[in-house]
């Protein structure tokens, strides 16, 4: 099951199509199927910018 949280101090990534815009598939207000959001938190920047790294070197 998938659940969104946006009301956290964590930064979070979530894929608004499955999460927060699945309501409107298929309608004029659908988002794309592969836009990510990103909520940033306040995490220390590089730690931020070293996981952000990581996860696309993965794809």
């Known amino acids: 099951?998938?659940?969104?949280?946006?009301g956290g101090i964590e930064s979070l990534m979530n894929y608004p199509h499955e999460m927060t815009h699945a309501s409107v598939r298929g309608t004029e207000l659908a988002v794309p199927e592969n836009l990510l959001r990103v909520s940033v938190g306040i995490e220390d920047v590089a730690?931020?910018?070293?996981?952000?790294?990581?996860?696309?070197?993965?794809?």
């Open 1 to 6: 099951m998938l659940a969104e949280s946006l």
């Open 47 to 59: 730690d931020l910018i070293d996981d952000l790294d990581a996860a696309l070197a993965g794809l």
